[in-house]
């Protein structure tokens, strides 16, 4: 069956394996080495949940050999052993370069300092929590052991592994080279799947007790609102919960399986119209209460199972038994499908323990959960919390019921692009928090900025009358900012589909902690929440509150060498340094380097369900050659090299200021035609552009935004080739510090002769370096005193006059 039925080829090809008596090595790729010692001589050839393909291309490698000792060399690393039990004396392994003041040496059984993986939740936490290991360390090197873990047989079923004494590890020896090291995890473990489309916009859940009628009210008021949504959950209240008979049963009620007809007295019904809407449904199950003699599908689970029912006695929840393991989906779970579902959210929180120990129940649930939703060549996905390496096959992670608190948020950010580093892209957080800490709108909003720039954006919170998500319900200004973002992030969607396509085809997340970039920058270690955010993107999650004074929140962050841009404000940055960011509620600091491409959907009302736009809006940075492939698909297929893509490649090239977008190749959606148009962010020194399609030839006016220019290039075929002609060399524009502090001033909360005093500084002709020591010796805040830097040294071609001077900058707080 489909569920069985996963790709993996666990043996190794011979000739990567060196090994005699209780030693086993295999060289899987020049850096990935897997080490086994067995009491018994016997080693593991099945494949476990974090090794499913070990049987790789044979990398070259020498050995060298004697009676004592054995050295495997490759490109890599040079490791020795001594042909005993593995120990710290016995078996170690030099990494090939320089990761520090001394040689890099991985000694088998030595504790050393990892840059961190992942956990399996977030519950209750209220600010940091310990992380698992990932596959990287500023050492060069890092191991996972996998002695323990749970293993499939040859039927695909789940099985523990030989009694006795062994060690079952692996070894990844990549330097610095961080991308290469999880490429590599992922040719062993297996990639990450590609999303469906649909995944990547809104969520909307709330643990509430929704009438049907309510709950489609809800999603009519979102649509009024012009807020689109992609999937509409319920949380638990949608089955029976707090009827005589749950009471009866002596159980929790969090167990369901019978919709709760008084809330939703036409189930069928309620679901075809939110799938009307455009929307995918989910919903929560926590499955470990089993099947109660009072739920609905009880006598047909049981004439499955052949259960005896005379005495009413529930059937028990057991997912090391094949049999209801099949009756679970095949009976249980298949009949709300048929009835519209379109994903489980996998609750569990009753830990690792099964009836057969050394299998974790929540391996086995996302497992086959995430095969069994492949019925009907859907793409899978599956809904659940994090259950150890080898989890990123079956996203979307769930990862718990956080506080509502400000050091809650504070780590969201750190633990999403740290997760990057044992190869888990896609966690899903409660954006907002779920329950406890304190009701702050402006927090409220942060959440959900860094939502928008988040694997998943899904607003959740508990069933506390007082936790509400909905923008309407929040004061006007909250209410505005709240809708764009949330809008924004459907707007989002062509990026964030390409680069879903990039993680599944590539093997490289959608975030990536700084240092994955550039891992010889100090700096880059330094600011752990700051992430990648796919090609083009740089993010700076705001998680503190504004200060009253400037009326700003402030983070520190390092911008890499290069120039880069704020894509909402269009101020234009230098790299190569930290710097103070300021920004107002309604601005988030997101950054796209020079050559970035970044495509946005610009329908002027959005849909819900994230369908593909013929209307796209291009958000490009000059000053360097850059290029992106737009990919797109219609939702058919499962794995990435059976989908026919569709593919627009574009590109801007630097020295003749021409930006290109190629004909659409491939797919079996039939040519149509596009609305384009293009924001060239930073720049603005053209009003009139050149634009070429196909045979024709037009001059358009371009119209001057937020420091950038916007070009409306019209509707053209899929099939026809269109260049936008800039000037040769086009350069960013240069800052205006005057007028961007005076801007600031006004909202500032401070002395009216403080600010004549300042704008007067601003204003003058001295140079930049002058003014900044005059402002300096005003004894300002930092609250107030940063932002008037940040404007000052943004841009280092800055100067008092305007012109193009060369003045150089300071660094800030480096």
């Known amino acids: 069956m489909h569920r ?34 067995a009491e018994d001589h016997q080693f593991e050839n099945r ?8 049987r790789l291309p044979v990398p070259e490698f020498r050995v060298k050999e004697d009676e004592h000792s054995l050295q495997i060399i490759t490109a890599r690393f040079h490791l020795t052993y ?69 293993l499939f047989d040859d039927r695909k079923w789940v099985t523990t592994r030989l009694p006795g004494k062994r060690v079952d590890g692996y070894l990844f020896a ?166 519209g579902l379109n ?28 095969w069994d ?56 957080h409660d954006i907002g928090g779920h329950f406890h800490g304190e009701k702050n709108d402006e927090m409220l909003i942060r959440w959900v900025q860094f939502g928008t720039f988040s694997p998943v954006l899904r607003l959740h919170s508990s069933n506390n009358i007082f936790s509400i998500k909905e923008p309407w319900n929040l004061d006007v200004p909250y209410e505005q900012i709240m809708t764009e973002y949330l809008q924004f992030r459907h707007r989002l969607v062509p990026y964030l589909y390409t680069m879903n396509v990039r993680a599944a085809v590539e093997g490289l997340p959608l975030i990536q902690p700084m240092y994955w970039g550039y891992p010889e920058d100090e700096e880059a270690y330094n600011v752990p929440n700051q992430y990648m955010f796919g090609s083009e993107l740089i993010v700076v999650p705001i998680t503190a509150p504004q200060d009253p004074k400037s009326r700003r929140a402030q983070v520190l962050a390092w911008l890499p060498p290069g120039r880069h841009v704020d894509i909402f404000t269009g101020m234009v940055y230098d790299g190569d340094r930290q710097i103070w960011i300021n920004r107002r509620l309604e601005e988030y600091p997101v950054f796209a380097p020079e050559g970035a491409i970044i495509p946005l959907d610009s329908a002027s009302v959005l849909e819900n369900g994230c369908e593909a736009s013929t209307m796209l809006e291009l958000l490009v940075v000059v000053g360097a050659d850059g290029a992106l492939e737009l990919v797109e698909d219609d939702g058919m ?13 574009i590109s801007f090239h630097q020295q003749t200021g021409e930006l290109h977008i190629e004909p659409t190749s491939g797919g079996s959606i039939p040519p149509h035609t596009r609305d384009w148009s293009v924001r060239f962010l930073g720049y603005s020194s053209l009003e009139k552009i050149h634009v070429y399609a196909g045979d024709e030839s037009n001059i358009i006016e371009g119209e001057k935004l937020n420091n950038s220019l916007q070009v409306k290039l019209g509707t053209y075929p899929d099939n026809v080739r269109i260049v936008v002609r800039l000037e040769s060399h086009p350069t960013l524009n240069v800052n205006q510090p005057a007028h961007q502090i005076i801007e600031f001033l006004r909202g500032a909360q401070v002395e009216m002769d403080l600010k004549d005093h300042i704008r007067a500084i601003a204003e003058s002709a001295n140079p930049i370096l002058l003014q900044i020591g005059d402002i300096h010796a005003l004894g300002l805040d930092s609250a107030v005193l940063n932002p008037i830097l940040e404007f000052l040294l943004a841009d280092s071609r800055v100067s008092s006059t305007g012109d193009n001077q060369e003045t150089g900058f300071v660094v800030v707080d480096r």
């Open 4 to 37: 069985y039925s996963f790709p993996h080829t666990p043996v190794a090809n011979p000739e990567a394996i060196i090994g005699a008596g209780n030693y086993r090595f295999t060289v899987l790729t020049d850096g990935l080495l897997r080490y086994e010692w």
């Open 174 to 339: 990549y330097g610095h080279e961080y991308r290469r090291a999880i490429q590599a995890f992922y040719l062993l473990s297996g990639p990450q799947p590609l999303l469906p489309r649909w995944a990547l916009g809104n969520w909307w859940s709330r643990y509430y007790a929704y009438t049907a009628d309510e709950y489609l009210s809800l999603m009519n008021r979102f649509r009024k609102k012009r807020i689109p949504l992609s999937v509409a959950v319920l949380d638990m209240d949608w089955h029976i919960v707090h009827d005589d008979c749950v009471k009866e049963a002596g159980v929790t009620g969090w167990t369901g399986y019978t919709w709760n007809k008084e809330l939703f007295p036409d189930p069928k019904a309620f679901l075809t119209n939110l799938r009307s809407q455009g929307l995918r449904i989910a919903l929560n199950d926590h499955p470990a209460d089993g099947i109660q003699s009072y739920e609905d599908p009880y006598k047909e689970m049981a004439i499955t199972l052949n259960h005896d029912t005379s005495m009413g006695d529930p059937i028990p929840f057991d997912m090391t038994n094949q049999t209801f393991l099949d009756a679970f989906f095949d009976v249980l779970h298949r009949r709300f499908e048929k009835e």
């Open 637 to 649: 297929g499962q794995h990435t090299e059976q989908i026919n893509f569709r593919r627009t490649c």
């Open 343 to 370: 994903l489980w959210w996998v609750d569990w929180q009753q830990g690792t323990h099964s009836r057969i120990p050394g299998i974790d129940p929540l391996w086995i649930l996302n497992h086959f959960h995430f």
């Open 373 to 428: 939703s492949s019925l009907d060549n859907k793409r899978p996905l599956t809904f659940s919390r994090y259950a150890g390496p080898g989890s990123h096959r079956y996203p979307i992670g769930f990862s718990g019921d956080t506080v509502v608190s400000w050091d809650s948020l504070h780590f969201q950010p750190e633990f999403t692009a740290t997760a990057s580093n044992i190869g888990f892209g896609w966690w899903s």
């Open 47 to 54: 494949a476990s949940v974090l090794a499913i393909n070990r």
């Open 82 to 150: 001594d042909k005993q039990e593995f120990s710290p004396n016995g078996l170690s392994a030099v990494v090939k370069g320089r990761y520090g003041p001394h040689v890099s040496v991985w000694r088998y059984g030595i504790q050393v300092s990892n840059l961190g993986g992942t956990t399996r939740t977030l519950d209750e936490i209220d600010g940091r929590v310990s992380l698992e290991p990932g596959v990287i360390s500023r050492q060069g090197f890092a191991t996972l052991d996998d002695s323990t873990s749970m």
